[in-house]
Nanobody
Framework: EAQLVESGGGLVQAGGSLRLSCSAS????????IAWFRQAPGKAHEGVSCISSSDGRTYYAESAKGRFTISSDDAKKNTVYLQMNSLKPEDTAVYSC???????????????????????WGQGTQVTVSS
C-alpha cells in the first residue's frame, strides 16, 4: 500500500535544530508536490513548506522563511527532508507530510499549494520545542 512515513521529530530546546524526513513507500516522488504541514493544539492546520520534485522549486510560509529548508534526496527518489533551525516554542506541533501528483495542476499551483487536495498524507511526527 502506498503511504508516507515521517520521522525525525522529538524534543529540542529553543534555538535548536531538527531534521524531519518524509519517505514514500510503494512509489517515488516523480512529478509530485511534496509539502509539510503542521498543527498545534487549538491552532489551524498550517502549510509550512513545499517542493516540486520535477524542478526543485520550493515555497515557504512566512513563519518558516529563513529558518526552515525543504529538500529532496537526489539519491533516494522517495524522500524529502525539512531542516528546521532556530526553533521556537511556537513551532511546537505535529508535523505531517503530504504528496500531490502534479499531472494536471497547471502553472499556478504554487499560489495555492497549502490548499491543494493532496493524494497521500503521513501520520505525523511530534515536534516539541521547550523554552
Amino acid at each position: 500500500e502506498a503511504q508516507l512515513v515521517e520521522s525525525g521529530g522529538g524534543l529540542v530546546q529553543a534555538g535548536g535544530s531538527l531534521r524531519l524526513s518524509c519517505s514514500a513507500s510503494e512509489f517515488a516522488f516523480d512529478d509530485y508536490v511534496i509539502a509539510w504541514f503542521r498543527q498545534a493544539p487549538g491552532k489551524a492546520h498550517e502549510g509550512v513548506s513545499c517542493i516540486s520534485s520535477s524542478d526543485g522549486r520550493t515555497y515557504y510560509a512566512e513563519s518558516a522563511k529563513g529558518r526552515f529548508t525543504i529538500s529532496s534526496d537526489d539519491a533516494k527518489k522517495n524522500t524529502v527532508y525539512l531542516q528546521m533551525n532556530s526553533l521556537k516554542p511556537e513551532d511546537t506541533a505535529v508535523y505531517s507530510c503530504a504528496a500531490k501528483y502534479n499531472n494536471s495542476l497547471g502553472n499556478n499551483w504554487y499560489r495555492v499549494w497549502p490548499l491543494l487536495s493532496y493524494d497521500y498524507w503521513g501520520q505525523g511526527t511530534q515536534v516539541t520545542v521547550s523554552s
